[in-house]
């Protein structure tokens, strides 16, 4: 099995800064790898597809970059609405895994 | 619009059976993979199980292969999981989901929480 992990694991931010999430694979993914942002009482929301492809009406502040087994996930300056969980998952090789998440908390 | 509307949660005690639906809309169920991923209370996300549009490929956690079933139903837009010899590690939210190898879950139901307790 691949294993992701994320780090950090939690951050405390304020609005206006840039955030960074890294995610780590245990193995090549050939950029099958997606972000998400939860949260709480709520379905994730797909970010960010094959590493660095924006999804439909998510915002340009988000982007991912990366390749091979080490990904980023940015957001260029934080708003209040970014106040979540993120979480990384690669769906290239069965089964597939999820990181553990990164709380994006407020400082 | 693309909705799934997840049903079918609820209380069961240890060792009991559950079977989750998912009503799928807004988009041509056929063509696509779908998954069930859970999340457990205070915990992160766990993929489930996927199966591919015409069900030919069917793929499971090994956390719940042999006691859970994914199935579907094309001409129903829906999506089943059967889910038998329940644990109390089985407690979660399951969410059904459009995606499955290769490709991103674009798309998620609102979830339905499965307690196993006795």
């Known amino acids: 099995d691949i294993q992701m992990t994320q780090s950090p694991s939690s951050l405390s931010a304020s609005v206006g800064d840039r955030v960074t999430i890294t995610c780590r694979a245990s193995q090549r993914v050939n950029n099958f790898l997606n972000w998400y942002q939860q949260k709480p009482g709520k379905a994730p929301r797909l970010l960010i597809y094959a590493a660095f492809s924006l999804q439909g009406g998510v915002p340009s502040r988000f982007s991912g970059s990366g390749s091979g087994t080490d990904f980023t996930l940015t957001i260029s300056s934080l708003q209040p609405e970014d106040f979540a969980t993120y979480y990384c998952q690669q769906t290239y090789s069965m089964p597939i895994t999820f990181g553990g998440g990164t709380e994006v908390e407020i400082k | 619009e693309v909705q799934l509307v997840d049903s079918g949660g609820g209380l069961v005690k240890p060792g009991g059976s559950l079977r989750l639906s998912c009503a799928a809309s807004g988009f041509t169920f056929s063509s696509y993979s779908m998954n069930w991923v859970r999340q457990a209370p205070g915990k992160g996300l766990e993929w489930v199980s996927s199966?591919?549009?015409?069900?030919?490929?069917?793929y499971y956690a090994d956390s719940v292969k042999g006691r859970f079933t994914v199935s579907r139903d094309n001409a129903k837009n829906s999506l089943f999981l059967q889910m038998n010899g329940l644990r109390g590690e089985d407690t979660a939210v399951y969410y059904c989901a459009r995606g499955g190898a290769y490709s991103p879950d674009d798309f998620w139901g609102q979830g339905t929480l499965v307690t196993v307790s006795s």
């Open positions: 199966i591919t549009s015409s069900s030919t490929y069917i």
